[in-house]
């Protein structure tokens, strides 16, 4: 399907801003991108008081796995439609529907409609990353780029950082409603401060987007997820229900490689996994978030419901898995830059990041929660290890034209990692309780928790006498060990990968992009 993109021509389109004007701009921009990434970690502590109000304990996973789902799925069109209809209205429209989620989402009255209201908010995440990076690689040119980006790290990190703690107190001392309308007040000052400021002027060059390849991918990324929360759970391993509908993401894998072997332009080109760098990273992309978000989803619940913390404080000690990661990312990417290696960096971090997981299997009631924040600290190193230096590997080993097409596939399987991860460890804790439960209490037991309608929020299970309250945190223990001890092979499986990984020395200049810089007939942008 051919269109007309709209793509920043070099001689007229870079806007004469004055340097005050592109500091306004900039935190609109930054505004945007905050709520976006706050998003993903404000709702983590507020997910078991949710569950209990709403009544939907076996589809908590889904909150999560909704957003990234719906935001992993748009991330790849969105860019495209940047360059059709311009960024700056692309950019404006993501936050609007990502503001119509966030409020839906606090208006939800059903698990459901939450899900479906999550969904909505990352159709709108979707389209707020790729146009971020796409203006700002508009306005800057590289030099000043980079100067820029510790700016944008502070973002991400302000976010992983104050998100869990923001969560724990809306939810204690407001609402987790409020986890949601902290958004609308942030996404109006971004649409005001760049509809005021920001003129991205476009001409039109023939440009091809692959809305067959995506919708295809999304499909099958879809029915992956259905089979991992279902299977086990609500239907048989062997139920027709699983059986269809794996055969059904067969079918549109198979359609998707047969789509980008014809496309023009396709979303995930094949030659790329002929690289064995790419295969790697993006693997190990995908693990390490997978066991990230198993942690920072679970982590709270277990800590609030065996533990008898506070949402506060559960909030807390995520805070020192995100500092810990942002500190050795940092060090990490220094000390890269000064010797010019960097492949012990992430072999290390592998074996942090499994022990780090498999440490916090070790958890029961009487954990201390400062033993736990040591837990935290591991983990977070070992992740601080990986995901910065993997994209450094990435884009060393591929071409100038391959590298924006190579580093959005990373984060596309990311992406993917992590609603994966939101889904398979909730399938694993909900099994388990299900096995657990019937076994910890007895028949008469049981008959009064049916009577009683316990919703397991970690409230209402504090309120249950005695008798009752005790086997039902043990079953809730014993599942969440079990979530945590599977995600130790999870996180392991990514050593072997990194240790074959070939070391290719580093390139010393940074690439110099000119109007003729591609081949296709597009304008590159310093």
């Not at 009487?366 to 590997?393: E, F, H, K, Q």
């Not at 392991?492 to 690439?511: D, F, G």
Request: proline share 5%; net charge positive; with cysteine.
């Amino acid at each position: 399907m051919t269109a007309t993109a709209g793509r920043e021509d070099p001689a007229v389109a870079r806007p004469a801003l004055t340097h005050r004007q592109i500091q306004v701009v900039y935190f609109g921009l930054m505004l945007g991108l905050m709520i976006a990434s706050l998003d993903q970690t404000i709702v983590a502590t507020a997910l078991p008081t949710i569950s209990g109000d709403l009544g939907g304990i076996n589809e908590l996973s889904w909150v999560v796995t909704a957003y990234l789902l719906a935001s992993t799925a748009t991330t790849p069109l969105f860019g495209k439609l940047g360059d059709l209809y311009g960024r700056k209205v692309i950019f404006q429209v993501a936050i609007v529907t990502f503001l119509v989620g966030s409020i839906m989402s606090g208006l939800a009255h059903t698990m459901l409609q939450l899900i479906i209201f999550r969904a909505v908010q990352g159709l709108g995440a979707g389209g707020i990353f790729p146009q971020v990076m796409a203006i700002i690689g508009d306005l800057l040119s590289p030099r000043v780029r980079a100067k820029y980006q510790g700016y944008m790290n502070a973002v991400f990190t302000v976010a992983a950082v104050a998100g869990p703690a923001i969560g724990g107190l809306f939810t204690e001392h407001l609402s987790w409603r409020w986890c949601f309308y902290v958004n609308i007040p942030i996404g109006i000052v971004a649409l005001v401060v760049t509809s005021a400021v920001l003129n991205l002027p476009f001409t039109r060059v023939p440009h091809r987007i692959d809305y067959a390849g995506a919708a295809l991918l999304s499909g099958a990324v879809t029915g992956f997820l259905l089979v991992s929360v279902w299977g086990g759970s609500t239907f048989a391993w062997g139920s027709p229900e699983v059986v269809g509908t794996s055969c059904g993401v067969l079918a549109l894998v198979g359609l998707f490689v047969l789509r980008e072997q014809r496309a023009a332009e396709p979303l995930l080109p094949l030659k790329l996994w002929r690289n064995s760098t790419f295969l790697i990273v993006n693997v190990t992309g995908f693990l390490a978030m997978m066991a990230l978000t198993g942690t920072v989803t679970y982590l709270p619940l277990f800590l609030q419901m065996v533990t008898g913390a506070d949402p506060t404080v559960s909030g807390l000690l995520l805070v020192p898995e995100s500092l810990a990661l942002m500190v050795c990312s940092v060090y990490v990417g220094r000390r890269v830059a000064k010797t010019g290696r960097y492949k012990h960096f992430p072999v290390t971090g592998a074996v942090l990041m499994s022990l780090g997981v498999l440490l916090l299997s070790t958890m029961d009631e009487r954990s201390n929660l400062l033993v736990v924040a040591c837990y935290m600290v591991v983990l977070g190193v070992g992740l601080g290890c990986i995901l910065t230096i993997i994209v450094v590997a990435l884009q060393n080993a591929v071409s100038q034209r391959e590298m924006g097409t190579a580093t959005a596939s990373y984060m596309f399987f990311r992406n993917i990692g992590s609603a994966v991860g939101a889904a398979v460890y909730g399938t694993v804790m909900n099994a388990r309780l299900r096995y657990w439960l019937p076994r910890l209490l007895s028949p008469s037991l049981r008959s009064r928790v049916s009577a009683t309608r316990v919703s397991y929020s970690p409230a209402a299970v504090r309120r249950l006498p005695a008798d009752l309250r005790i086997p039902v945190i043990e079953a809730f223990g014993r599942s969440l060990h079990l979530v945590f001890l599977f995600g130790a092979p999870v996180a392991a499986i990514a050593l072997p990968l990194l240790l074959v990984m070939r070391e290719l020395p580093l390139r010393t200049s940074a690439y110099v992009q000119g109007a003729s810089a591609s081949a296709d007939g597009a304008t590159a942008h310093g």
